[in-house]
């Protein structure tokens, strides 16, 4: 599936990029299915690797949704070609934002998304480069809109960020704190931030200003938590806590014992 996206260039020209995203992995529920989350892979990745381990998560009442990023130039690679949701270079405060990049992958995981019955209750998870993506599709849920001015219309219920950083974080505050509706919806959207201390690929830090970033946004119901002397992968206790609190946010029938 591609998603093209305009922009404008210079002069009265449109430049006009389409992204080609691969092969979605879809792990169905083994329970009653009462939710449905989008999963995302880091960089270079695919989302094959973590359809294998979602399925064996003790959530039997959730379907997993594991699409695969397009094969792109990223800049910090020397743009070297690889599967990314969006463009990145280092992680700097004043580093540009992919807006383009951004959008498309929120649509595309959008997308995914809105063909899920009404009654089933709908979240993003990733990690890493797909934790950053987590994170923006939730300020877009929050603003009711693209970074473009395109309306976002999936109603989120949860969004979990494992090793990951928030994309677009200046100037998110003035912007949701400059709309009722918006500072609603963040108010009363959760997140869950995971981070490890001994992290090499994004550092601590990054998760840290990103988890204050959210919160003085205005999203309030966000639980961070760190994880002393991991690197930058997941350990089945950092997994349970993933289990433990889509459970408790999502009410989830049964337990993740």
Not at 49 to 68: F, G, R
Not at 172 to 188: V, Y
């Amino acid at each position: 599936m591609s998603y093209t996206q305009l922009s404008m260039g210079s002069g009265s020209r449109t430049a006009r990029r389409t992204f080609e995203f691969g092969r979605t992995h879809v792990v169905r529920p083994k329970g009653k299915h009462q939710a449905t989350i989008v999963w995302l892979h880091g960089l270079g990745d695919n989302g094959s690797s973590w359809s294998q381990l979602l399925e064996n998560l003790p959530l039997p009442n959730i379907k997993w949704i594991c699409p695969t990023a397009p094969t792109r130039s990223v800049a910090k690679f020397g743009g070297f070609s690889c599967t990314a949701w969006f463009d990145a270079g280092e992680l700097l405060e004043d580093s540009p934002d992919d807006w383009e990049g951004l959008d498309a992958s929120a649509a595309h995981i959008a997308n995914l998304l809105s063909a899920e019955p009404a009654d089933v209750k709908i979240g993003i998870g990733g990690f890493s480069m797909g934790a950053a993506m987590a994170f923006y599709s939730a300020t877009c849920c929050a603003l009711g809109r693209y970074g473009n001015g395109n309306p976002y219309l999936v109603n989120l219920k949860a969004v979990v960020g494992l090793s990951g950083w928030l994309p677009g974080s200046r100037g998110l505050r003035n912007k949701i704190e400059g709309s009722h509706e918006a500072a609603r919806r963040a108010a009363s959207l959760p997140i869950l931030l995971l981070h490890g201390t001994c992290d090499e690929v994004v550092p601590y830090k990054h998760g840290e200003n990103s988890a204050r970033s959210l919160s003085m946004a205005g999203f309030r119901l966000l639980t961070f938590k760190s994880y002393e002397g991991l690197g930058h992968f997941t350990v089945p206790k950092e997994m349970d806590e993933v289990c433990n609190w889509l459970t408790t946010r999502l009410g989830l029938e049964g337990s993740c014992a």
